[in-house]
């Protein structure tokens, strides 16, 4: 054998390293080598071998491996040899330990060295533990020198995933061209100045600029809102001779990522809503006190007629005509108790189905469950046990059904008319697999699709605003809201009410007429010669009602303004039309999103990689629990993961975990996907 390589060590006297450290004879890389050490217990050879740099270090770890070969490299580049002692077949576990080298090239250090040895012995089925030195100059001979040996081995750490490159990772050349990947999102269609209803316009767009948040937000909200101030109390028959008619109940959302100041929107549109709650309560409080008071009195009367007639039946004197009289006297005072008063509500967060029913049959005007969080609200409809409540909500968004509950307990409670709207927020991931199903036609029964009034914007850009509250567009909205809330439709707008029918009710006028069959006709035809999916066409179908709705809302916020009267003009079939355009191209997007969902997350995750979220060496788990958007399903990682390995800007790797165990795979990035612009 040629001597290939020859390092001196040069100590002090007390064995101590000297300031020269080591020198060498051969080069790093041409004259590397590695070399055996036999087990301490040569007879009984465990299968183990520990492979490091240094001799030195390998002599003061030997007592700790009495029954493992040592595998020892002159350096660095000398682990490239080490593979070649591995043939006999009888290696079956193996320890590397590189050593912690600071060097700017990641690609010229010893653990990228090690990380490469590991993962080809794993190719040979060997098991493999790779280490280092939490610190630079941490070595096994300095900790033995320090009596911390031990405490050393149990300090090691395993290779970052930095390093965790094979050599030709290294290089640009061998990677493809990224394909550029978009997110996805359709264009919508957006909500102009002129599409807000004039009362509340200026007051709307107050909010939005304010809030800095889109200005869809606080007008679906608002537009909910008037839906069922009106309630039961008005309807529509959109045809000029048809019985069909159509309560304006509508459901609605705000679909945006966490932080689109969704909620906050909610609750500056909804204080209206809580300033007639509050004064109905009043109200409600003056209104009890009073029937105490009427209560008391009747109680105290019909003791009085209790003890005439009780004196009246021991008299043997008193005749039967008397008795008669006493008797027809408290029959009547029974029949007349004080009308206990209800309290008027608007809208409630959470409420069991009888409660909500039993909320309804004092308010047939309908009632508004207003959710922070309309996951929360989708979820509690798909648990096992709860269909009766989901059949519930399904006939009380037409607004004209009538609803009888039977328990045990609470006895029979019917209400002659449910009318139900639900308005809230949700996240896009939340929302998707609700649509999904839609979708796919396994649980499509129509609830997403009574959801017309659900917009998800782009987000604005965001500026500093710090002014006062338009208070004068603020007070006109709610003397507006308030004038719609008190109003008699029959007295104030004209509206019909028939014998038989329950609910008033306003056609449009001629020329409103003719742009509702036009505008039908259309919707029609594209329905039945539509390649939609089943659900968008469902989704479409419900506009039926959806832009008669919306006529009747606008035509009564202009008669509450006193504009008009009678029946809903051209002015505000229009704008119903307008609205439902604006609407459909938010459903499409929301439609899509979902449909496409993989192409999504896809675009979602290379903008997250573009802005350095993530390092070289991450998994699955590692996207799942940054909780972005769209990307917080395991199933949907997934599969944007493949689409970004397949489209060039991701490769994947097999890594067992160090102490055995399940593969994973690791994935790294692509260098030149710093070249592709953002989208």
Known sequence: YGVKRIQRIFLNPDGSKHPKGKRHLGSNEKDSAAFTISPLN???????????????????LRSEYPYSWFLVATDKAGLKHVQGFFKSGKIKECLIIADHDTDDNPEATGQV??????????DMGIQVTVKMPPKPKEDANSALQSGQLRTWLKSLIDIPVEYHRTKEEFKTEEWPEPEEITAGLLPVVPLDDELIPEPFRAWIIDISNRMQCPVDYPSATVIVMCSILIGTRCSIRPKSKDSW?????????????????????IQEATKMLTKLENKAFEKFEAAQIQYQRDLRSWEMKKKIYEDELKNALKSKKTESVVVEEVESRLSEHEDNPPEEPNLKRYSTSDSTVPKLQELMSCNLQGLLILRDELHGFLMSLEQEGRESDRAFHLEAWSGQGCFTFDRIGRGTIRSELICESVFGSIQPARIIPNIRQTLSGSANDGLVQRFQVLVYPDVNTWSYVDKLPDKDAENRAYRLIQKLNDMDFVKDAGAILEDGNKIPYLRFSPDAQELFKDW?????????????????????????????????????????????????????????????DYLESHARRIYHMAGNITQRAAGNLTMKIKQGKLDDGFTARDVQRKGWSILTEKEVVNFA???????????????APPQGGKTKDVFYINPMVKNISNT
Not at 245 to 264: C, D, E, F, H, Y
Request: proline content about 4%; hydrophobic content about 45%; charged content about 20%.
């Open 42 to 60: 040569n007879k009984d050879f465990s299968g183990h071998v520990v492979i490091l740099e240094g001799l030195e270090d390998a002599l003061s």
């Open 245 to 265: 008619q159509v309560v304006p109940n509508l459901w609605g959302g705000l679909v945006g990522n966490p932080s689109a100041l969704k909620t906050p929107s």
């Open 520 to 580: 039908i006709s259309d919707l029609e035809n594209r329905l039945r010669n539509s390649e939609e999916t089943p659900a968008v066409q469902e989704h479409l179908g419900k506009y039926r009602s959806l832009m008669p709705s919306l006529a009747l809302i606008f035509h009564l916020l202009d008669v509450a303004d006193g504009k008009v009267f009678g029946n809903v003009t051209i002015t505000s079939a229009q704008l119903a039309a307008a609205w439902c």
């Open 113 to 122: 060295y090690a990380w490469q040895l590991g993962q080809k012995l794993e």
């Open 641 to 655: 993961l493949i689409e970004l390995a397949e489209a060039g800007w991701l490769k994947s790797k097999k890594q």
